[in-house]
């Protein structure tokens, strides 16, 4: 029998605030409940939903505790089942990698699959790159708040969202240095570390 090897990965994805946005932009249901997913979505919604001052501080509050929560890298799901395909965390993408038989109705949808799995990788993109236009639009309606209470409120769910994309981001770099430092001694004779303002540079010597 001959096999054919399906693959298909995101982009890198490190922030589980940025994933569920991603995943509802693109209307995927998760069929295995991941809490963290969970509370972000119960609390955006309640948001939306809150009709007066009282509800809407109280609904601002509870995103802002959510995603407080969310500065916690643990909390990215390792896996994310969805209908008809199964992605897998793997070096800071989501993967997925499955060996059938070159003739099955599974290698037919190859194409079909890569398709949706490349969706969710832009799909998080675009959140990411929409993410300080969101934040501003935050601060703005801040100014426009009409109590202290609510402005407050606003003002720390901006922060809020800030810091958990910060420290997400941050994480995320000190895994891919740490796996440099660990492959390094294996590949090269010395490795060198050059800072320049915000950026780290690593050069491999060969001798």
Known sequence: MSTKLIVANTEQMCSVVSLQKALQKCGYRLLDDIPIISKLSEARDAVKAAVDLDSKVDALQRLTSVLRECTNPSLLPTTLRLAGFTLTLQAGSYRIEREVDEYSDAAGRYGDLKRKVEKLSNSYKEVQGDLERDVLEIEGLAKQAKSEQERRALIALV????????????????????EIERRAPGLCDQITQHEGGKKVQYVLVYR
């Open 159 to 178: 922060r809020a969202e800030r810091e958990a994309d910060r420290a997400a981001c941050e994480n995320r770099v000190a895994e891919m240095l740490q």
